[in-house]
C-alpha cells in the first residue's frame, strides 16, 4: 500500500483507529486486515470497485456487523461490539446507500424519529428536525409523505435524519449518485458545512468530481484491503487504484 499523510495530520487529533479489521462471511474475506486513522473534522472520501469492501467497513464501523478480527476505537474508547444503538448514541451516524424513509411518515416526522433515537426529548427532536430541514433545504416538504420523495430529496433526507442525531462522526454512503453537477455541487457545500460545524465525515463514494470536490484525504479499498490513502491526486494517481477501479475513465475524470 503506499500512502501520503494530508497536510497538519501531525497535530491532528484522532476521533476513530481502526486496527487490523477484518470481516470473513464463510469462507470469503470481505474486509482483510485495514488499519487506519480518521482525525476529528477531518472529510475522508473511501473510493474502490464494486464488492470491495467500503460499505461492509461502514457497516462494522456503525455496528451492523461484529467483525471477525481486529478493533475500533472511536473517541478513545473501545467500541468494537457495542450493538448499534450504543454507537448512535456515542455519536456515530449513518446514510444509506438505498434511501430508507417511513414512507407513511412525514419527511418532518422521519427526521424527528431519528433524532427520537439519539436520545432526544420531544421538543428537542422537533427543534433539531427544523433546524436540519432548513439546513438541507426541505423546509417546505416538511409534511410531504416521505413516500413520495424524488431521488435528491431522498438524498438530502438522509442526511438530514443522520445529522438530526446530532453525531461526532457521520458515514455517507454513495449520496452523490445520481445526481446531476449542479445538485452534487450543492450537496459538496453542504458536506462541506457540516464538517465546518466540527462533524467528522466518511463518504463512500463512485462520483470521482465529487470525490475531488469533498474529500480532505482518500482512501481506496480493493478486494477488502486499504490499497492506497493520502490526498486525492496521489490516491487517484496511484496505478494499483487506477488499474482496479477508475480504468481508462481516469484520464478524463
Do not use: W
Request: hydrophobic residues 45%.
Amino acid at each position: 500500500m503506499t500512502a501520503v499523510p494530508p497536510a497538519g495530520s501531525a497535530t491532528s487529533v484522532p476521533i476513530l483507529d481502526i486496527e487490523g479489521l477484518g470481516k470473513t462471511f464463510g469462507g470469503f474475506h470481505a474486509l482483510r486486515d485495514v488499519t487506519c486513522s480518521i482525525t476529528k473534522d477531518e472529510i475522508l472520501g473511501i473510493i474502490g470497485p464494486n464488492g470491495a469492501g467500503k460499505t461492509t467497513l461502514f457497516n462494522l464501523i456503525a455496528g451492523a456487523f461484529k467483525p471477525t478480527s481486529g478493533t475500533i476505537l472511536f473517541d478513545g474508547s473501545t467500541i468494537t461490539n457495542l450493538p448499534p444503538h450504543r454507537r448512535l448514541r456515542k455519536g456515530i451516524a449513518r446514510t444509506f446507500q438505498l434511501i430508507r424513509p417511513f414512507g407513511s411518515m412525514t419527511i418532518r416526522d422521519n427526521v424527528m424519529t431519528a433524532a427520537f433515537g439519539s436520545g432526544a426529548s420531544r421538543r428537542e427532536a422537533r427543534e433539531r428536525s427544523d433546524e436540519m430541514l432548513d439546513r438541507l433545504g426541505l423546509t417546505a416538504l416538511a409534511e410531504k409523505p416521505a413516500a413520495g420523495v424524488n431521488a435528491v430529496e431522498g438524498k438530502r433526507l438522509e442526511v438530514a435524519r443522520a445529522l438530526a442525531t446530532k453525531p461526532k462522526v457521520i458515514l455517507l454512503d454513495e449520496i452523490f449518485s445520481g445526481l446531476n453537477t449542479d445538485e452534487v455541487d450543492e450537496l459538496v457545500g453542504i458536506v462541506k458545512r457540516v464538517r465546518a460545524d466540527g462533524v467528522t465525515v466518511l463518504v463512500i463514494e463512485h462520483n470521482v468530481r465529487a470525490i475531488r470536490s469533498v474529500a480532505d484525504r482518500v482512501m481506496a479499498i480493493d478486494a477488502g484491503r486499504l490499497v492506497s490513502e493520502g490526498s486525492a491526486d496521489h490516491v487517484l494517481a496511484d496505478p494499483q487504484v487506477i488499474e482496479s477501479y477508475l480504468g481508462g475513465a481516469h484520464a478524463g475524470a
